[in-house]
Every structure is written in structure tokens, then in C-alpha cells.
């Protein structure tokens, strides 16, 4: 399976600009899509092919990446950003996640 | 709007069944493949089942094949997941998405429902 590898925990001040990163054990292309989960909902799209955001999504978010890094930033960062962000292969079989990165305000 | 809602979880005992239904509506169900993502507490995310848009194929990681089977009823616009031989590491939240294709038949998940609780414990 493709272990995507997010870094667990972030902390950063509102109005900075923040990336997080996600590393494949092998490439997936640009089959790479971001996730936002706050605490107690579900998961929210936020980014799709690794750079295309989604409909909806504030344009503070953006992706880039391809073949087996990749990066998710906010900028600038609000406090409503506060949330765990996941990424999610759709290159391989089967589809992975990573762990996800927690990112706290301070 | 688009909306997912699931419903069937609980307290089910190692060994046995479950099943699990997913009523959706505001757009074209039929247009659309649909999965189950799991979550277990404090956890990560986990891919559980996809199913095609017509109901015709059917995939599955390793974790749960030969025991879930997901379905999908078109005219009913509802997806259901039927969890067989459930173990404690089945435990979590049971997620409806709906599957939007990437380059091939695996895509992203555009959509998710609320969630429903699934605990497998005696």
C-alpha cells in the first residue's frame, strides 16, 4: 500500500502562512487530494489533483505538489482554520490516507 | 444541496452483523460512485468500500474483503454496507462519501455524511 506520512502537529499565529506537508512512499502522480476536519464533524474536501481547489474553498487555501511530495498552505492563516488537515492517493490501489497533521492557533 | 445521512450503527458483539444505509439526496445518485470511510477513535482515516455507478463493481482494501459488501439501490438513492464477522478493530465511525473519479476508477471524496457509530464489543 502507498503510506502517505504527515507531520502530526503544527502551531502557528493567526495571519501567518502555514505548510503542510505529505510525503508518498511512491508516486502517485497527481493523485493527491487535501481534507480539512474540525472537531466532531466530517471531513471536508478542500483541494483535488493536488492543486485544483474546490468549489467553495477560500482562496487562502492552495496545493501544489507531484509524484511524492506535496504541500497543502493556508495563507493567511485565521482562527477558524483550526483543524486537522488529511491527505488522501487516489493513484494507487488501494486509496491511502495520511495520519494527518493537527494544526492548533496560538 | 447535497446530502448524506447514515443510519444502522450501535453495539454489536464480536462475530456478528451489521448493516449500514446511506439515504442521499440533491444530486443525480446513479451519476455517481459512492464509499465508506472509517474512522476509528482518535484515529486516522481509512478507506472501507467503493462501488461503481451502476452497482457492477465493487472494490475493497485488504482489511475488509470478504467480509463487508457494499450495495447501492439507485431507484432509492441509498448505499448500505453489510459488516459481517465484525471484530473490536471495526470500531469507528462509518462514513458515506460520494466518489468523484481521478484518472481512472479511484477518485476523491467530495461529499461526506454526519457519520454514524459503529462499536463491535461484547
Known amino acids: 500500500d502507498t503510506v502517505l506520512t504527515q507531520s502530526p502537529a503544527l502551531a502557528v499565529s493567526p495571519g501567518e502562512r502555514v505548510t503542510i506537508s505529505c510525503r508518498a512512499s511512491e508516486s502517485v502522480s497527481t493523485g493527491m487530494h487535501w481534507y480539512q476536519q474540525k472537531p466532531g464533524q466530517q471531513p471536508k474536501l478542500l483541494i483535488y489533483?493536488?492543486?485544483n481547489l474546490e468549489s467553495g474553498v477560500p482562496a487562502r487555501f492552495s496545493g501544489s505538489g507531484s509524484g511524492t511530495d506535496f504541500t497543502l498552505t493556508i495563507d493567511p492563516v485565521e482562527a477558524d482554520d483550526t483543524a486537522t488537515y488529511f491527505c488522501q492517493q487516489s493513484w494507487n490501489d488501494p486509496r491511502t490516507f495520511g495520519g494527518g497533521t493537527k494544526l492548533e492557533l496560538k | 444541496e447535497v446530502q448524506l445521512v447514515e443510519s444502522g450503527g450501535g453495539l454489536v458483539q464480536p462475530g456478528r452483523s451489521l448493516k449500514l444505509s446511506c439515504a442521499a439526496s440533491?444530486?443525480?445518485?446513479?451519476?455517481?460512485?459512492m464509499a465508506w470511510v472509517r474512522q476509528a477513535p482518535k484515529k486516522g482515516l481509512e478507506w472501507v468500500a467503493t462501488?461503481?455507478?451502476?452497482?457492477?463493481?465493487?472494490y475493497y482494501p485488504d482489511s475488509v474483503k470478504g467480509r463487508f459488501t457494499i450495495s447501492r439501490d439507485n431507484a432509492k438513492s441509498s448505499l448500505y454496507l453489510q459488516m459481517n464477522s465484525l471484530k473490536s478493530e471495526d470500531t469507528a465511525t462509518y462514513y458515506c462519501a460520494r466518489e468523484t473519479l481521478y484518472y481512472g476508477p479511484t477518485g476523491y471524496f467530495d461529499y461526506w455524511g454526519q457519520g454514524v457509530m459503529v462499536t463491535v464489543s461484547s
Open positions: 440533491g444530486f443525480t445518485f446513479s451519476n455517481y460512485y
Open positions: 489533483g493536488a492543486s
Open positions: 462501488i461503481s455507478t451502476s452497482g457492477s463493481r465493487t
